[in-house]
């Protein structure tokens, strides 16, 4: 064998080589060394970018969570795809500004993340805004990293991102801009600075992506014109310094300036008339899927007022549309309910944070749909002390069949230092009215405000089961960013969390109070829904309804989820008390 012929096998090693058993290739093309290399972009089609998603990001892991702009999110039981009328207005607003836009409930759809991911990569929006929520913000994270992909400019609104904007900012940088509180007028606004000022900047910035030669000189061409956007050949979409340019003075958002810092503006004073929103756009929605378990469907949600005067400091309210409240006339919230019905809506039910907050509207709108003889059966939420029977008696003339009631707390103690303004009294004497109109009775109770004890716990408890309630909710109580109760809980010490997808009232909870600790009040909340669910009343409640062929499948299976988690504390009970554990 020749020199020449001698096997890698056969070489003397030098020190440094490769393992000799490795066969080493030249480059293909040796004359190209770093620095050199040009860049090349893969062709693509130059269709029309859709301008603006608005986006309920898909689910974490299938299941159902709920998510609304006013509201916290969370993960659900009951089995209730929650209507996202927030968003059809906000895509409504958009495009009466004159931006094509679509409004993907992904929740709602049941659409998967590989689904929205190719819907992403056909319609490429210039613009996305979704809707983020602690329970799911690593999740709903994802989504503006696939929007970058594309050349996406991401938004994000909600009670989390407004009074966290920063931590979220700095967290995920693939997050352009968060829109703090009341949203379709600064989104409208940062769409049309954000272009304005993309038009006037573009020769130096961006040429079109997909350029047969890009090295050469910087184009310039009209924004609206240049389907995909690149900087320097590398960057799909907008430039962020000239997002931060654009955003210097646009209130109400969070973003960052050019050397990457976060910048907090002002906030947009709220919308004063209410009546100059148009309507939401429902036939966005997959508003047939939207269902009440014990009602039926399909339903969805109408908005009549902003704001509450109330001072609960666990309520998210502080955050959103604080205590400044603002209706719409009921003209126009009928004109809506007309579309809703001729599209064959059966069930409405109308959004605020408190219906009830003004007598004056309640009667004029039930009056008008009395005359009008609008036939929708509908349902809204209130407070025991915002309401008496003469007015309980028309809204149920009027259509009304159910009414959310935040109850919250048996004990006087616990209802005086949530500030929540009424009384155990009051709620039982409203309850019974309410019950005596003919109105179903859906109550919330929430565990582990601050003073809450073993004993005031079972206080609400008794309160629950004394009470004609139809339905009862016994959530653990979160201490939300941006309510008093948080910063409370945070001055003393009382949050104990590893991450924001801990904050989900439904299941447990970030709270440890010295007497009372997570596990305890986890405990407490299933042992009073066993408690209140495993009676006679509420058995006929659900049986009824499971007899009605629209939802007798979905409350079975609420009915398995619900004994399920229940379960625990029947497991739980006996080896807390075996081991002396817990404040029982």
């Known amino acids: ?18 393992p000799t058993g490795i066969k080493l290739v030249a480059p293909a093309r040796p004359n190209e060394r770093a620095g050199e290399i040009r860049f090349v972009e893969m062709p693509r089609e130059k269709t029309p970018r859709l301008d603006v998603l608005v986006l309920n990001p898909p689910s974490p892991d299938g299941d159902l969570f709920l998510r609304d702009i006013a509201r916290v999110g969370r993960r659900t039981r009951d089995g209730i795809i929650w209507p996202q009328t927030a968003l059809a207005q906000i895509g409504a607003v958009v495009k009466e500004a004159g931006y094509t836009v679509e409004v993907i409930d992904a929740i ?6 590989k689904s929205f991911e190719k819907y992403m990569w056909e319609k490429k929006p210039r613009y996305m805004i979704i809707h983020a929520t602690a329970p799911t913000l690593t999740n709903d994270m994802r989504t503006t990293f696939i929007g970058k992909a594309v050349g996406t400019i991401t938004m994000a609104i909600g009670t989390h991102v407004t009074p966290m904007t920063r931590e979220t900012l700095e967290a995920y940088p693939t997050l352009d801009i968060v829109v703090r509180g009341e949203p379709e007028l600064t989104i409208v606004d940062v769409i049309r600075t954000i272009d304005r000022v993309v038009q006037q900047e573009h020769a130096d910035e961006t040429v079109p992506v997909g350029n047969p030669d890009l090295t050469a000189p910087w184009r310039k061409l009209p924004f609206p014109d240049a389907s995909y956007l690149t900087t320097r050949g590398r960057f799909l979409g907008v430039h962020p310094k000239i997002i931060a340019k654009a955003l210097r003075e646009t209130l109400g958002v969070g973003y960052r300036d050019e050397h990457g810092e976060v910048q907090i503006n002002p906030d947009r004073p709220f919308i004063e008339d209410l009546d100059t929103l148009p309507i939401p756009l429902h036939d966005q929605l997959p508003w047939q899927r939207y269902k009440v378990p014990i009602v039926g469907g399909p339903y969805t949600f109408v908005l009549t007022s902003r704001g509450c005067p109330a001072g609960c400091r666990y309520c998210i309210k502080h955050v959103t549309y604080q205590s400044s409240v603002r209706h719409r006339s009921p003209h126009h919230v009928l004109q809506e309910m007309i579309m809703l019905k001729e599209m064959g809506m ?25 005359k009008e003889g609008i036939k929708l059966r509908w349902s809204c939420n209130s407070r025991v002390d915002f309401v008496d029977e003469d007015e309980l008696r028309l809204m149920r003339k009027a259509g009304c069949f159910m009414i959310a009631w935040g109850l919250e707390s048996g004990s006087e103690e616990v209802l005086k230092r949530a500030r929540k303004g ?19 009775n859906w109550g919330y109770f929430i565990i582990g405000l601050p003073g809450e004890t073993v004993e005031t716990i079972q206080q609400t408890i008794a309160l629950s089961k004394r009470l004609p309630l139809d339905i009862a909710l016994f959530h ?19 949050i104990r969390m590893n991450q924001w997808e801990d904050y989900d009232m439904y299941s447990h909870t970030v709270l440890n109070y010295p007497h009372l600790s997570s596990a305890d009040l986890e405990y407490w909340a299933k042992r009073a829904a066993r408690e209140w669910s495993l009676r006679p009343r509420p058995i006929m409640t659900f049986l009824k309804g499971a007899a009605n062929p629209e939802t007798w499948g979905q409350l079975w299976q609420i009915g398995v989820n619900h004994l399920k988690w229940i379960g625990g504390s029947l497991r739980n009970e006996g080896l807390r008390r075996l081991s002396g554990s817990g404040t029982m």
Not at 3 to 11: A, F, G, I, N, V
Not at 108 to 113: I, K, S
Not at 422 to 440: F, N, Q, W
């Open 346 to 370: 059966h069930h409405i039910h109308f959004e605020a944070d408190l219906f009830t907050v003004k007598k004056e509207f309640v009667y004029d709108l039930c009056n008008t749909i009395i």
């Open 1 to 18: 064998m020749s020199e020449q012929e001698t096997t890698p096998t056969q070489r003397k090693q030098a020190p440094g080589d490769k």
């Open 422 to 440: 009424t009384t155990v009294k009051r709620i039982e004497e409203t309850i019974a009215a309410s019950h005596r109109a003919g109105i179903m």
């Open 476 to 494: 653990i109580a979160t201490p939300y960013p941006g309510t008093p109760f948080y910063y409370e809980a945070v001055a003393n010490g009382w």
């Open 108 to 113: 709602g759809l049941m659409m998967d993340w």
